[in-house]
């Protein structure tokens, strides 16, 4: 039996796919699979390992009838419709968890780089342009005593709040609905709405999943309503963010700042208008980009694979109950 994975991984998930027994065929290119040779390479394939590249949709699982399993190598899964699979007794699996760590550290590193202009100071010493110690030079934000505004306090929310006690912040967060009152109190956070957040906020970090209902969360109206010099970092989808409102926002020099590790449209061209703002940092996705947390999701997405495929509740599904209620 074939298992297709739609790009090179980490090693160790081929790995658990061979030993299990299956042909791996690992798609060639540097770059994802188009619409078309994604079906033409899935074509008899009983399982896909996918990344959030590939759109698998109707159409696509319409075309594939052999397909029983999609493994995303991702917590997120916009880039799937999950209904379509059900429907189609189609079992997805997601690999949450065992990036919630590496994605935080990101996310800080982003906070930080941004509200000190890391990037920018560090451009110009390559430039040759560190002549003396200036007073003035590259004057930043303090991070230390800030208010922090989360936008949903998910897996990932909650780590980046862990980590903002040691910078003796307020934590404000908002979310569908409000988090047992145990973890707001070892997180020393406060639920506000989020018209009450973006005007309270020094910094606000976004960490809901894109669906239809956080698509341009962030759109004009929010980032006026955010404080004058605030700073907004995204980590979670570039869609939550209404991307030509953040641009004149960045331009008016109404915020301090941006730090986006993920844009809409992703990639973003380098003639982008975002890239010639003041005092923003993308960087191309790479959240959960550290050796040992790629390697994790790799093996755990192709540990759901194998799983599912044998019939057994995979360790992260989606929607194997609903799946087996079909029957
Ligand atoms: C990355 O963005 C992921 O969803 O894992």
Request: proline share 6%; charged share 25%.
């Amino acid at each position: 039996m074939r298992v297709i994975v739609t790009r090179q991984i980490p090693e160790r998930g081929i790995e658990v796919l061979q030993q299990a027994g299956y042909e791996v065929s690992i798609w060639p290119g540097t770059l994802p699979p188009t619409r078309e040779e994604l079906v033409e390479f899935a074509k008899g394939a009983v399982g896909a390992l996918t990344l959030l590249t590939e759109r698998i949709d109707a159409e696509v699982l319409d075309s594939l009838p052999s397909l029983k399993v999609v493994s995303n190598m991702a917590v997120g899964f916009d880039n799937i419709d999950v209904e379509a699979c059900t429907a189609r007794g189609v079992i997805v699996c997601i690999t949450p968890d065992v990036l919630t760590e590496t994605t935080a550290d990101f996310t800080w590193a982003l906070i930080l780089s941004v509200a000190r202009r890391v990037c920018e100071a560090a451009a110009a010493v390559h430039k040759g342009q560190w002549r003396t110690w200036e007073p003035l030079g590259f004057l930043g934000r303090d991070v230390a005593g800030a208010t922090l505004g989360i936008v949903g306090l998910g897996r990932i929310g909650q780590a980046v709040a862990r980590r903002a006690s040691g910078f003796g912040m307020r934590i404000v967060y908002t979310d569908r609905a409000r988090q047992p009152r145990e973890i707001e109190e070892q997180l020393r956070a406060t639920f506000l709405p989020l018209d009450e957040l973006l005007t309270e906020s020094d910094i606000v970090t976004l960490h809901v999943p894109l669906t239809p209902e956080t698509r341009k969360l962030i759109g004009a109206r929010e980032l006026a309503r955010m404080k004058p010099g605030a700073l907004l970092i995204n980590t979670a989808r570039g869609a939550v963010v209404d991307t030509d409102a953040l641009v004149a926002a960045l331009r008016d020099r109404r915020l301090w700042g941006a730090g986006l590790d993920v844009t809409d449209p992703e990639p973003l061209p380098a003639d982008h208008p975002l890239l010639r703002c003041p005092n923003v940092i993308v960087t191309p996705h790479i959240a959960s980009a550290s050796e040992v947390t790629r390697a994790r999701m790799a093996e755990l997405a192709a540990q759901n694979l194998v799983a599912a495929l044998r019939g057994e509740r995979p360790p992260r599904s989606l929607n194997w109950d609903e799946v087996h209620r079909k029957g």
